[in-house]
Nanobody, 124 residues
Framework: QVQLVESGGGLVQAGDSLRLSCAASGRTGGRYVVGWFRQAPGKEREFVAWISWTGAMKDYADSVKGRFTISRDSAKTTVYLQMNNLKTEDTAVYYC?????????????????WGQGTQVTVSS
């Protein structure tokens, strides 16, 4: 089992920045792909970004490209999501997820592990 705990959410104004963290514990020896998803009120959960085990491969949703950056530490136990130039439409609960398959992770279906989520609220 792998436990994922998100942190770093909060209330900010449009144009501000936040950095979310996803800390993994438990059986972290696997070569997991890690991603971020978000879910706004009344909307379906959507993919935001993912990063490969080595960190060499990354991808982003079009809505956040150029503003968000995903990274992971050298110990590969923490993944970060740097969010710059936040917009009101970025308001959502942000979830960290991990899986051995990038395909499964990006689809958001049958993902092995999910965190509990952290709220990000962007005011105008």
């Amino acid at each position: 089992q792998v436990q994922l705990v998100e942190s770093g959410g909060g209330l900010v104004q449009a144009g501000d920045s936040l950095r979310l963290s996803c800390a993994a514990s438990g059986r972290t020896g696997g070569r997991y792909v890690v991603g971020w998803f978000r879910q706004a009120p009344g909307k379906e959960r959507e993919f935001v970004a993912w990063i490969s085990w080595t960190g060499a491969m990354k991808d982003y949703a079009d809505s956040v490209k150029g503003r968000f950056t995903i990274s992971r530490d050298s110990a590969k136990t923490t993944v970060y999501l740097q969010m710059n130039n936040l917009k009101t439409e970025d308001t959502a609960v942000y979830y960290c997820a991990a899986d051995g398959s990038a395909t499964a992770l990006v689809s958001g279906r049958a993902v092995a592990y999910w965190g509990q989520g952290t709220q990000v609220t962007v005011s105008s």
